[in-house]
């Protein structure tokens, strides 16, 4: 049984659809990218799946239970934990307060206590900063600290919104080295959105490429390396995808033609 389940589900702020009809598997152990330009539907992917927004029609399920419709903290207790879009650290809190917030739906003290020197030993960086005001970090060392919270939670899914932004190709890198490396060590199953695909074919296993509310492509990272295939679903290019890529299905195709 896959950990992650989304079929079908359409999300509208007011009369703007973000998101017509998108599915997505992930199978536990995954990683799983979601690429796509502004304004796609990327993070209101991820908040359909962590509670934060209600798709008006659709369903989630996560480890085989229906999730949509729960509040996040449900959500979040369930096992599921998002790093958001631009961190949101407290910058004033220091890198070790921000991690017992990443804890605060947990009592067990001395368990956290484990978990935090685990997560530390991990992120050297982060250890020599454990006192230093959050807000002091560079640009990398604050979006590790968002990942370490977001892990403080124990979940089995980490959905991780843009950890590329802002950031110089080798703090990406280290950031998904990083991700892969708690993939191991803590079991997760991961998510990432990101705004290119240009380092993500060598970290995910599947890609998705994202435009305007629909899933335009899907692969593994093997048969979509050479980025052709990639560039023109991101970019909505007319001609079909090469042959070694996956079909695109578009949501017009899957109800038949009708819009
Ligand atoms: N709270 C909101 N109210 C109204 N419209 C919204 C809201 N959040 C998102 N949208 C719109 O929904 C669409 C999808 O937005 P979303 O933030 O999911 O895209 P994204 O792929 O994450 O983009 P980005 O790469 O800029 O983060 C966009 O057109 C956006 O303007
Ligand atoms: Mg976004």
């Given amino acids: 049984m896959a950990l992650l389940e989304i ?55 996560y480890d085989g239970k229906p999730i949509l419709g729960m509040p996040p903290d449900r959500i979040a207790a369930l096992g599921v934990s998002l790093v958001p879009e631009g961190r949101h650290i407290f910058g004033s809190l220091t890198v070790a307060e921000n991690l017992v917030l990443g804890a605060y739906m947990r009592s067990d003290r001395a368990e956290i206590a484990r978990d935090r020197e685990r997560i530390l030993a991990l992120l050297p960086r982060l250890a020599e900063r454990i ?61 990432i959105n990101e705004q290119s695909s240009n380092r993500v074919l060598k970290f995910a296993d599947r890609v998705n490429v994202l435009r305007a509310g629909e899933i335009r492509l899907a692969g593994t990272a093997a048969e979509l390396a050479d980025g052709e295939a990639i560039r023109h679903a991101y970019f909505g290019f007319e001609k079909a995808a090469p042959a070694a890529a996956a079909p695109i299905q578009t949501q017009a195709q899957s109800q038949g033609g009708a819009a």
């Fill in 7 to 61: 079929e079908d589900i359409h999300v509208r702020y007011g009369d703007m659809v973000a998101l017509r009809g998108l599915d997505l598997t992930v199978e536990e152990g995954e990683v799983v990218c979601i690429i796509g330009p502004n304004g796609a539907g990327k993070s209101t992917t991820l908040a359909a799946v962590a509670g934060g927004v209600r798709p008006y029609k659709g369903e989630v399920r």
């Fill in 131 to 191: 006192d230093f005001p959050a807000g002091r970090l560079s640009g990398g060392e604050q979006q590790m600290l968002a990942v370490a919270r977001a892990v403080m939670t124990r979940p089995r899914l980490l959905l991780v919104d843009e950890p590329s932004l802002g950031l110089a190709p080798r703090i990406v890198d280290q950031i998904y080295e990083i991700l892969l490396e708690l993939r191991k060590t803590e079991g997760l199953t991961l998510v």
